[in-house]
């Protein structure tokens, strides 16, 4: 058939082409303009017209290919089923608008070729039943539900360039009928719209040609048998997104994807374009997958869980995070990996939950809110400061190795701990406000380091061994400050200042180098029983409060002081190896037991507090070398279970009483010039009645006086 137009106005079935042989040639062709074609209308041999084509029947069967050259558009009314076997293709719009019971079987492709010209599907449901592609020259294509009539099988493909697409109900069914694939290779803009528009395929790609050049958005569920891989300048994900069967998630966005709906992945989810990402659900990938978000800024608006599921799969963080609320993550055997800043000043995140992991690394600063940070970790490393507001903690559980570099220091306004069973090597500072610090595995300082609680009663807490060739300063206000083992050992600390304390406890051997121990304190000072302090410099003990003292102390030439009462709660040895030593009282906790030995050397030996008392006599007193030795008028002395023995190498000064029981040997001037000074208020006394006073004063020049 070939002339200038075609038309039928109605009738019951139409098949005018009933040979291949019997084309269509015409310049407009119209049929069932009036009155619909009641049955079919058949078309088994190619169509071709110049104009429009309109065509209003019940079914339509489509064999044969049909073309619209002339840029008019292509309508098609159905009302019942419209096969299409043979592509169409037309200058301009190719439209399927039934409104009430048309669908549309689907095995061929539909192109548009003229600039603008869109592809429509009103109301028709789509079934495919074979792969099908959709292509317009820049041109919307919009379509209704899509199925496939074999279920897995059938892939749908749209080109769109820069048109607009948009699918206003359900792409395949999720759990029996979902495509093969739904490919959008170009769009400027591809909307699933409304609540109905669910995405059921077992793949489902997105800009895989050509980003879409603005926005992606699903306003209903994406259930996907396999992968998702979407390239786009902006995602509105606002319903869930699911895989099966190991399929991962991809998106590559230029711009801001907003994640407002659950992403639940069997395989990885990657966010890997440089446009930023909001997430207002949680994302959880499958076993031993990934959640990588390589470049992006993330933004949390509200609580959120990234969770990598189980196995090895990881968590990385490749830029800044932001958001006042709570990021939890669980990574099961995998690591954790912030490789930008998380939180700001002025503008912190409201914490930190890591659940599980390998490893967690955080590389830069962490601002966290009053949820603080909570880490359980395998090792983990710290190359950034860490802050708290509003009282939030940091807690860190690892089984393997802490590290904190001298950058991360720790700036907190709740407390700090660090638990489990692994180590800790920190060259970073803590400061809290009032608020306990405490390691339950062993420490090693791989720097100076200060730990800080503030003016009041924040506890500092050792809890394992501590070493590291390097000074540790604490300053606890009026709290605690415990080492429940060993400080010092394999490797000397240089030296322990505890600028402020309250109570103060050594339960182990204590080890430093030329910047000793220095401890100021308004409570007790405990030194454990048989666990010495060697040290390489001084001992200093400053402060109001007290002291037992149980175990010896050594220092290679430092001196030895003690500004507050000792009590001895086992028989000490105090060498200096020539430093000057001076005591403001010593007493025992055990009348008649616990005496004290010192060597001084060329050091001297001041007495300026009682040493024992009447009714608790020391066990001994013995000085085993000094330069000289001074008992000022408060030192007044009372010793029980052995003769106090005192040697000088120069003079021993006594202004106060000196009552052994035992018996009292005091030998000045060894060197050879030493006196024996007895001066008013001092006075020798043996009291039991074997017990002998001897005094000596050696050389040429020693003198015994009494003044």
Do not use: C
């Not at 009430?100 to 689907?106: E, H």
């Not at 607009?164 to 769009?187: K, P, Q, Y």
């Not at 800790?424 to 595995?441: E, K, R």
């Not at 500004?563 to 105090?574: E, G, K, Q």
């Amino acid at each position: 058939m070939t002339s200038g137009g075609s038309g039928l106005m109605a009738a019951g079935t139409i098949a005018p082409t009933k040979s291949e042989g019997a084309t269509i040639d015409v310049d407009a062709l119209s049929i069932g303009s009036t009155t619909p074609i009641l049955n079919d209308t058949e078309l088994d041999a190619a169509v071709t017209v110049a104009g429009s084509i309109d065509i209003n029947t019940t079914m339509l069967t489509l064999d044969a290919p049909l073309y619209s050259a002339g840029g008019d558009s292509v309508t098609i009314t159905n009302s019942g089923l419209a096969d299409i076997n043979e592509k169409i293709t037309s200058a301009g719009t190719v439209r399927f608008d039934d409104s009430t019971t048309g669908s549309v079987r689907i095995a061929a492709d539909i192109e548009t070729t003229n600039a603008g010209a869109g592809i429509y599907f009103d109301h028709a449901a789509l079934t495919l039943s074979t792969d099908v592609a959709f292509i317009t020259n820049d041109g919307p294509i919009t379509l209704d539900e899509v199925r496939d009539d074999t279920g897995g099988a059938w892939t749908l493909t749209i080109r769109a360039g820069t048109g607009n697409v948009v699918v206003d109900d359900n792409v395949g069914v999720n759990g029996g009928n979902a495509l093969g694939g739904l490919v959008v290779d170009s769009a400027g803009d591809i909307h699933f719209s409304g609540a109905g528009a669910t995405v059921n395929a077992d793949v489902l790609t997105i800009g895989g040609d050509t980003p879409i050049a603005n926005d992606t958005e699903f306003d209903a569920a994406v259930n996907v048998g396999g992968a998702v891989d979407i390239h786009t300048a902006t995602l509105t994900l606002e319903a869930g997104l699911s895989t099966t069967n190991g399929g991962t998630v991809t998106i590559t966005n230029t711009d801001l994807a907003d994640v407002g709906a659950v992403i639940s992945a069997s395989g990885s989810v990657r966010f890997d374009g440089e446009g930023d990402l909001h997430l207002g659900a949680d994302i959880h990938a499958g076993p031993n997958g990934d959640i990588d978000v390589v470049e992006s800024p993330v933004t949390l608006l509200t609580d959120i869980h990234l969770d990598a599921g189980s196995g090895v799969g990881s968590i990385t963080l490749g830029a800044d995070v932001t958001g006042n609320h709570v990021l939890q993550l669980t990574a099961d055997t995998g690591s954790i990996s912030f490789a930008g800043k998380v939180g700001a000043p002025t503008s912190p995140i409201a914490g930190i939950l890591a659940n599980s992991a390998f490893h967690a690394d955080f590389a830069d600063a962490v601002v966290l809110g009053a949820q603080g940070l909570d880490v359980t970790t395998g090792t983990a490393f710290f190359d950034g400061p860490v802050t708290t507001t509003a009282g939030g903690a940091v807690s860190i559980h690892n089984s393997g190795l802490l590290t904190l570099t001298e950058n991360a220091e720790m700036i907190l306004d709740g407390p700090f701990s660090q638990t489990g069973p692994g180590d800790l090597s920190t060259a970073a500072a803590i400061t809290t406000t009032q608020d306990d610090v405490v390691f339950t595995g062993s420490v090693n300082l791989a720097d100076d380091v200060a730990l800080n609680t503030g003016n009041d009663a924040g506890a500092i807490r050792f809890l394992a061994s501590l070493d590291g060739p390097y000074l540790l300063t604490l300053t606890a206000g009026t709290g605690d400050v415990e080492f429940a083992v060993g400080v010092g050992q394999p490797v000397d600390l240089t030296g322990l200042l505890i600028l402020s304390a309250g109570n103060v406890l050594f339960a182990g051997p204590v080890e430093t180098g030329v910047a000793g121990l220095a401890v100021t304190h308004t409570g007790l000072l405990t030194v454990s029983a048989t666990e010495p302090l060697t040290l390489d410099g001084p001992f200093t003990q400053l402060g109001t409060g007290l002291v037992q003292l149980g175990a010896d102390i050594a220092t290679s030439g430092g001196i030895v002081g003690f500004a507050a009462p000792v009590t001895l709660t086992a028989d000490v040895s105090i060498e200096s190896a020539g430093g000057d030593m001076e005591f403001s009282g010593v007493f025992t906790a055990v009348a008649g037991m616990n005496g004290l030995t010192l060597t001084a050397d060329t050091g001297s030996v001041l007495f300026n507090g009682p040493m024992g008392a009447a009714g608790t006599m020391l066990g001994g007193l013995v000085v085993e070398s000094a330069a000289t030795v001074t008992f000022e008028t408060a030192a007044g002395t009372f010793v029980d279970g052995n003769v106090v023995d005192i040697d000088a190498a120069h003079d021993i000064v006594v202004r106060a009483a000196i009552l052994g029981a035992k018996g009292l040997r005091l030998s000045a001037g060894a060197d050879g010039s030493g006196s024996l000074i007895v001066e008013t208020g001092g006075r020798l006394e043996a009291t039991d009645t074997e017990g002998d006073v001897v005094v000596l004063a050696s050389g040429d020049t020693g003198e015994i006086g009494l003044a």
